[in-house]
């Protein structure tokens, strides 16, 4: 007998996607969306940069084990978690922050319920709104992971200096096409990028060319001045986008064709035959663009994720709950 198509789509689909919904609160915790949109808003209100750190959380701790909020838990004397990985040290204390004071919240309301990995995946979406960015569906009901290893860290971030083929090869391996790798590279429209990051595109090209022709060069004088120090302040950085760096719109793709790229990664995007032609559409027409970056976010925030007893509810969001007392 001959299985019916239907059927056959619903077994296509892994059953941890399947159980998410966007309504998965509705009963156990109905004031979940207002709370996490307040607390974002307040946030995000005092610290502007929240919008852009708390989306670079979102990809490294999906990227690394699935969205499961492993990124948040402290290390211990036995454990070097993913948090303290060298690449994650940079990030953002406004977005860990917003996650803790919500979950803080949301656990006066209905303890117990509501999941970090959760929390993260709607206070992502609220803020990248609240900047400019488009609306899309979050859905819900993902548990939160219970291991966090820096040792898995390295090997599931992409990295700025990494060649086209290997980044497009990187996302093609956790599931991504090269459209929507183009579509989450313009995540770089808000936010910044510590100077280590580029700096060999300004003092270190090549032995004959210290500074990457390819660089607007008052763009690129203006970087060096800007980081003259970083071997010295790490913390020493710049916008991603230095036209509108507040603002989540379509201006990074414009950049790119301007010799206003920040990253080695961000400028091979309007090099390469296979991202070009994205670029040059998503430059021209933001709302192309927006609605690629809404469905890669909402396969981002599907991927590898747990549900049921897969994972658990934490009580605090850096802490397994077998280590709370």
């Known amino acids: 007998m001959a ?11 892994p059953f941890s996607e399947s159980q998410l919904t966007k309504d998965y609160y509705k009963q156990t915790c109905p004031d979940f969306e207002k709370i996490v949109r307040d607390t974002a808003s307040q946030k995000q ?7 852009a750190g708390t989306l670079r959380l979102f990809f490294h701790d999906c990227m690394v084990e699935g969205c499961d909020a492993s990124v948040l838990i402290a290390s211990n004397h036995v454990n070097k978690a993913e948090r303290d990985a060298d690449i994650n040290q940079s990030l953002s204390g406004d977005a860990l922050e917003v996650v803790v004071r919500a979950k803080t919240a949301l656990e006066l309301t209905c303890p117990g319920i509501v999941s970090c990995a959760d929390i993260i995946a709607e206070a992502t979406r609220d803020l990248v709104t ?19 290893l820096a040792s898995k860290v390295n090997a599931n971030l992409p990295r700025a200096n990494q060649t086209m083929d290997d980044i497009i090869k990187f996302f093609a391996a956790k599931g991504f096409t090269i459209e929507e790798m183009v579509a989450l590279s313009g995540g770089h429209t ?14 270190h090209y090549s032995k004959t060319t210290p500074t990457d022709p390819e660089i607007n060069p008052r763009f690129a004088e203006a970087l060096k001045m800007t980081c003259a120090n970083y071997t010295t302040n790490p913390a020493m950085s710049a916008f991603n986008d230095v036209i509108t760096p ?21 400028h091979a995007l309007v090099k390469d035959p296979r991202t070009k032609p994205l670029v040059e559409l998503y430059s021209t027409d933001q709302a ?8 890669a976010m909402e396969k981002l925030g599907r991927h590898e994720i747990k549900t049921g007893n897969q994972g658990e509810v934490r009580r605090r969001c850096d802490t397994f709950n077998s280590l709370q007392a």
């Open 130 to 148: 609240m900047v400019g960015g488009p609306f899309y569906t979050v859905e819900l009901g993902r548990k939160d992971g219970q291991a966090s």
């Open 190 to 203: 808000i936010g910044f990028s510590h100077c280590i990051e580029f700096t060999d595109r300004l003092f």
């Open 45 to 51: 209100a005092a610290q502007p940069t929240t919008a």
């Open 246 to 266: 507040g603002k989540f719109d379509n201006m990074y793709y414009q950049n790119l064709k301007r010799g206003l790229g920040l990253l080695a990664s961000d």
């Open 288 to 295: 192309a663009f927006f609605k690629a970056f809404s469905l």
């Open 3 to 13: 299985i019916p198509i239907l059927l056959l789509l619903f077994f296509s689909i």
